[in-house]
């Protein structure tokens, strides 16, 4: 059986804490930052962990995290 891919977005985009969750950041940083206020600015810089729904596709695209 040949071996299995990991997906390599997914690799750059998630990381493994010590409990074994998914550690994601969060989106809408990016542009269009003047009508965000400052405390939402400084909240979306804070990582986030990946909601359980997610979490056996995720382990299925990065079966070797």
């Given at each position: 059986m040949p071996?299995?891919?990991t997906?390599?977005?997914a690799a750059k985009r998630f990381k493994l804490?010590?409990?074994g969750k998914l550690k994601?950041?969060?989106a809408?940083?990016?542009h269009i930052l003047t009508k965000k206020t400052t405390k939402n600015k400084?909240?979306?810089r804070k990582?986030?962990?990946t909601d359980e729904t997610n979490v056996?596709?995720?382990k299925k695209i990065l079966p070797y995290l």
């Amino acid at each position: 059986m040949p071996k299995m891919k990991t997906s390599r977005s997914a690799a750059k985009r998630f990381k493994l804490t010590g409990t074994g969750k998914l550690k994601r950041n969060k989106a809408y940083k990016r542009h269009i930052l003047t009508k965000k206020t400052t405390k939402n600015k400084r909240n979306l810089r804070k990582p986030a962990m990946t909601d359980e729904t997610n979490v056996k596709n995720m382990k299925k695209i990065l079966p070797y995290l």
